[in-house]
């Protein structure tokens, strides 16, 4: 322990030294200083992939201990990290001191995939979220109906179509007792729609509607659209819901940044953005009104926003708060609608194998001609036949031009990869980018679609890494909570909220603390070409930081439960605190 510790002391000595952060050696008072924290500065090397730890980790027979106490902040960056009896030189008459008291003080938390447009317009809609029965989601939507004027849409999210996919519901009990408004009510993951007679009225679906590739409007006994709509046909209905307009769009996205702040975040991926959105997100750079940094990928789906950058090329490297390099595909859908692409057909539904590619309205050309252009792609694919799909595709473009090959690609989910395809993420340098809140969603049904075999590649967080993938999590919200502790401990345990199943589901996939942090911090700032600049605390990156008030390390040895119990008490962005608890 002795050594281990003096080594810590020496490698941090020499960060210091080789940044010149040495206290009080280079311009005086910070701008803020947090004090007595317990600092888990992530300096120390990456653990392998079995997950066993480097010597240099600041860990020993007693288990994790934080290697510094005190960060000091100037200018939008770090210029000490150490100890607190080491931060004299940094206090002058207008550096704000802050006294952690023994809170734990981690990189600042990214979520590298989310849909914060989504979040906002979430917030504002009626929320479905964990509503276990039709009867209860109509009620709280006739509910609403009693504050919106006759005529006007009601919109919800959040009903979730993998639990429901034995039950969907219909249009009947919606329609009774909301006759009088348009009603459209999102899905969890949006790949499934519920609608009332007035919404397809409006519409104008009717028996002749048909459904696009890819899609399903299910019908009753009449051969009417029965208010259900699946996969590729949901916009049929959602698009004719009026959008709103950009100042409450605006509103919106910020309220829901404001969020990320709250809940920890500096930074989120945005995994799909049209025209309207990147027009809204440059203005609020441009004004500076976005409380945290912003990632964005351009969404393949609007080709002329994606040629226009094209065009243009992808963002430098910057410290700007809005930085535009890597474009999202579409390859197929979801595995709780049965959307998902399979190699062989779904275990509960024989001759079906999902929707992939062309026939999901993927672009192969436009993805190679970004690719080209030096944008990194975020592909989504979540079924065992879509990513060996998608691995394919660039494995292809990698090879006609070779210089593609360096930019980072990411599969977003990598949800079910068969064996053969595992080790191809880390040969082809692709990044598996997973949501560890999903495996506990989709554990209830999971394994119905797969079957007992396929069922083992799934989520397979531990396997990924173990052959040398890159990893970054995140949460995919709003179709999943973003909270933290609930990814932290999903990603550790393998437990839901409920602490269900005792001792883990697939328990081997869990990875363990030090893999879980760096999942959401530093392999997050490498997903976005970033980790020289942030991702761990150390002098010269950016004061991009998270306070919490639990020791994640200390407690997925001692007591993975409560990590649940976590809270967010400040996040600092680029010096700047953005949220303080109380
Ligand atoms: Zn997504």
């Not at 280079?26 to 947090?34: P, R, V, W």
């Not at 979520?111 to 979040?119: K, R």
Request: with cysteine.
């Amino acid at each position: 322990m002795q050594i281990r510790a003096l080594a810590g002391t020496l490698l941090l000595a020499a960060i210091l030294s080789a940044c010149g952060g040495q206290p009080g050696d280079d311009g005086g008072a910070a701008d803020l200083l947090l004090v007595n924290g317990r600092v888990y500065t992530l300096t120390w090397g990456d653990p392998a992939g079995d997950g066993s730890l480097k010597p240099d980790a600041p860990y020993d027979d007693n288990g994790w201990s934080p290697d510094a106490s005190a960060i000091a902040v100037r200018n939008g960056r770090i210029v000490f990290v150490g100890n607190t009896r080491d931060t004299h030189g940094y206090r002058g008459v207008s550096t704000r001191v802050v006294d952690l008291a023994g809170a734990t003080v981690i990189p600042g938390l990214v979520d590298s995939h989310t849909h914060v447009f989504g979040l906002g317009a979430a917030l504002d809609q009626v929320d479905l979220v964990d509503v276990d029965t039709e009867e209860e989601a109509v009620a709280r939507v006739a509910e609403r109906a009693q504050s919106v004027p006759k005529g006007s849409w009601i919109v919800g999210r959040g009903w979730d179509e993998g639990a429901w996919a034995n039950r969907y519901p219909d249009k009947a009990l919606l329609s009774e007792a909301v006759p009088d408004h348009p009603v459209f009510l999102a899905s969890l993951h949006s790949f499934a729609g519920w609608a009332n007679q007035m919404a397809l009225d409006v519409a104008g679906i009717t028996a002749e509607t048909e459904a696009p590739v890819g899609g399903e409007i299910r019908r009753g006994a009449d051969g009417e659209p029965n208010g259900l709509f699946l996969n590729r046909a949901v916009p049929l209905i959602s698009d004719a819901v009026p959008p709103p307009p950009r100042e409450t769009v605006a509103r919106q996205v910020i309220a829901a940044l404001e969020q990320m702040a709250k809940d920890g975040y500096v930074t989120v991926h945005e995994a799909g953005l049209n025209a309207g959105e990147m027009d809204i997100l440059e203005e609020l750079e441009a004004s500076d009104r976005l409380p945290i940094r912003v990632y964005a990928m351009l969404s393949l789906r609007d080709e002329d926003l994606v040629r226009k950058w094209i065009a243009r090329g992808p963002d430098q490297d910057t410290d700007s708060m809005l930085v535009t390099r890597a474009v999202k595909a579409f390859y197929d859908g979801a595995l709780g609608s049965r959307g998902a692409r399979l190699l062989y057909d779904y275990a509960d539904r024989p001759g079906h194998r999902g929707v992939s590619g062309d026939d999901y309205g993927f672009n192969e050309a436009l993805t190679e001609e970004a690719m080209r252009k030096g944008f990194q792609v975020a592909v989504h694919a979540i079924g065992d036949a879509g990513n060996r799909e998608s691995l394919d595709i660039l494995e292809r473009i990698f090879t006609r031009h070779p210089p593609t090959a360096m930019n980072r690609h990411r599969i977003e989910h990598a949800q079910v990869v068969h064996p053969d395809d595992i080790p191809r993420f880390g040969e082809l340098g692709v990044i598996a980018s997973m949501e560890p809140p999903h495996a506990m969603e989709d554990k209830a049904w999971a394994e119905a679609r797969l079957g007992p075999e396929r069922i083992l590649g799934a989520y397979a967080w531990r396997s990924l890494r173990e052959h040398g993938s890159p990893l970054t999590f995140n949460s995919d919200n709003p179709g999943s909570d973003h909270d933290i502790f609930y990814g932290l401990h999903s990603a550790i345990t393998r437990e839901d909220k409920q602490h269900e199943p005792e001792g883990g589901w697939f328990a081997e996939q869990a990875v363990n603390a030090d893999e879980a942090i760096r999942a959401y911090t530093s392999w997050s700032a490498y997903a976005a070409f970033r980790e020289d600049k942030t991702g761990i605390l150390a002098p010269g990156r950016w004061a991009d930081i998270t306070v919490i008030d639990i020791d994640p390390f200390v407690l997925a040895e001692q007591d993975p439960g409560s990590i649940l119990d976590g809270r967010v008490l400040m996040t600092v962005v680029g010096g700047k605190v953005v949220y303080e608890r109380d």
